[in-house]
């Protein structure tokens, strides 16, 4: 007899039968050809017969299904149930919770015949020699668990099948030493599976793992997420308190994002997975890309600079920081450089960070304000996580430099209830809290120093204003930018032009754009009147273009 004739038969013979006691004698032949074929009992072979005939059919069978189709109660069902548990075990049933939240203790699981199984017997061929698909893969383990997790924040799960299903795939995957390893560490359920699921975002190229969704997720009491939130901010959680994650809270409560210590890096790469810190080169200036440049400034900020200059120094700056730390001092350079439009502030940081081999990670504010409340605060919050991510790539300290940075360092609004002014107080606010701690050098340009907030003074150590240049720094500039200029006509155009730096590098530009345009030199009064443009544009008039030929 082919086992598609005992399957059909068994199933037709079964349906509404009560399960009465006959009916195995009746079907005592065919269910010895499944039994055979499975190598399992008889009412193994029995209750497989009717799941791989159900499952043929197209469905997924539950025990409600099987109460229903037997046309029987729980109870005289429940040996059949057990018997498909040991056809489980020996991965002939698979065994699957539900994706529908059911309160029915009968509808909490489906069963399906393995799929190698159900094509051996349409192909009719053998039992397959190979039915269990193993696992053979750390990796594997890492994406099963996540998609756990990722069921039970989509809500298809709950936590209590979150811990049970998390649980099976750590104690059937103990051959892995990473899961071994994991498994005996000192930690509760819930802190392994957050471990977990940050170890498989990072292995995913996450770096700072958001866990608001997660955490809201993962507990089923909000009385119990607070408390463990509360856990990590005071350092009493296990993951915390054995350095297995570190975390950075925002300005909310619940806004917090954990990332892997360097211990649990170390503990990856021990058990063959290695993660490298991506550097996120948004916004970062090496300092082989700048071009060296000569800057002109006046005695007293001349001083000042070579003072920034020497403290940058790589030894200087090891050992600088070292004395603050014995002292209990903050470990930092925080340092603001205020002044005219085109003074060379922004120029001053790039030959800074180009003589002591130092990155820049460039913020511009004027672009980081975002006009939705709140997002804002936190993209300040992610861009000192970036700069302390960045600080750990790099052999020497890099810089942080907030361009143009006005808007966020003028006197809080105290009388102004529209959102924009408390989306920008809030932003001070974590500006703030973050200089208070931070460890690095720090660097903002600003025009308008006479609005500093009265709070961020304090914050600053260092306080450099650029002036704009004198008639002698002019000339000077003049015959650093523009060599064919003699010492005389440079002189002249300092005394009738009070140009910035940068309005001179604009003069020299244009100079350079009408030579190439017209191959021929600029005279002397060519420049006049590219320098009398920017003397217009600088008071307000739009007038653009080339002086005559």
């Known amino acids: ?93 698979i065994k699957r919770k539900n994706r529908r939240r059911f309160e029915d203790a009968l509808r909490k699981y489906h069963y399906v015949v393995n799929p190698k199984i159900l094509d051996a017997i349409i192909s009719e061929e053998p039992f397959p020699a190979e039915i269990e698909s193993k696992i053979t893969d750390v990796i594997e383990v890492l994406e099963k668990m996540h998609e756990a997790c990722q069921e039970c924040i989509a809500e298809t799960i709950d936590t209590n099948d979150l811990h049970g299903e998390m649980e099976e795939l750590i104690e059937g995957n103990k051959h892995f030493p990473l899961i071994t390893t994991v498994k005996n560490l000192d930690l509760e359920p819930i802190d392994r599976i957050i471990y977990f699921f940050i170890i498989w975002k990072s292995v995913n190229g996450s770096m700072n793992i958001d866990m608001d969704e997660p ?42 994002d954990l990332s892997l210590s360097d211990s649990s890096l170390n503990l990856l790469k021990e058990h063959g997975v290695i993660l490298h810190r991506r550097k996120n080169n948004n916004g970062t200036i090496s300092p082989d890309s700048i071009a060296a440049k000569t800057l002109v400034y006046e005695a007293e900020e001349s001083k000042q600079i070579d003072e920034l200059r020497a403290m940058m120094a790589t030894e200087c700056y090891h050992d600088l920081m070292q004395r603050l730390k014995a002292k209990a001092l903050p470990q930092n350079l925080n340092i603001l450089l205020f002044g005219a439009p085109g003074t060379g502030k922004t120029e001053t940081v790039y030959q800074l960070a180009k003589a002591s081999g130092r990155e820049i990670m460039k913020v511009e504010i004027s672009q980081s304000k975002s006009m939705w409340f709140g997002e804002s605060e936190k993209l300040i919050k992610k861009i000192f996580r970036d700069y302390a991510e960045l600080d750990k790539q790099n052999e020497l300290t890099p810089i942080l430099l ?81 060599a064919s200029i003699s010492p005389d006509d440079a002189l002249n155009l300092s005394k009738d032009f009070e140009l910035s730096g940068g309005q001179i590098d604009n003069v020299i530009r244009k100079a350079e754009i009408q030579m190439l345009l017209k191959n021929t030199t600029c005279t002397l009064e060519e420049l006049k009147q590219f320098c009398a443009q920017e003397i217009i544009l600088q008071k307000g008039f739009n007038s653009i273009g080339f002086g005559k030929g």
Not at 65 to 72: A, E, G, Y
Not at 222 to 245: A, D, E, H
């Open 1 to 93: 007899m082919k086992i598609t004739e005992a399957l059909n038969t068994i199933y037709k013979q079964s349906k509404s039968s009560g399960l009465q006691p006959e009916l195995m004698k009746e079907l005592k032949k065919e269910i010895n050809v499944v039994a055979k074929f499975t190598n399992s009992s008889t009412q193994e072979a029995f209750v497989f017969a009717i799941v791989c005939s159900m499952n043929l059919f197209g469905e997924n069978v539950e025990s409600h299904d099987l109460i229903r189709f037997f046309d029987v109660t729980p109870f005289e069902l429940m040996d059949y149930l057990k018997s498909l548990n040991k056809l489980s075990e020996r991965s002939i049933i």
């Open 215 to 256: 955490l809201n997720s993962f507990f089923k009491r909000s009385s119990n997420r607070v408390q463990y939130m509360q856990g990590i901010f005071n350092g009493s959680n296990k993951l915390i308190k054995q350095n297995l994650v570190d975390y950075t809270s925002g300005r909310f409560f619940n806004d917090i």
């Open 402 to 482: 907030f361009n143009e940075a006005d808007a966020i360092l003028s006197s809080r609004k105290t009388n102004n209830a529209s959102a924009v002014s408390q989306t920008e107080n809030a932003i001070q606010n974590i500006l703030l809290e973050e200089l208070e701690n931070f460890k690095g050098i720090f660097i903002a340009t600003t025009n308008l120093a006479e609005n500093l907030d009265r709070a961020f003074d304090r914050r600053f150590l260092f306080k450099i204003k650029f002036n704009r240049p004198s008639v002698a720094s002019r000339a000077a500039i003049w015959q650093d930018k523009m």
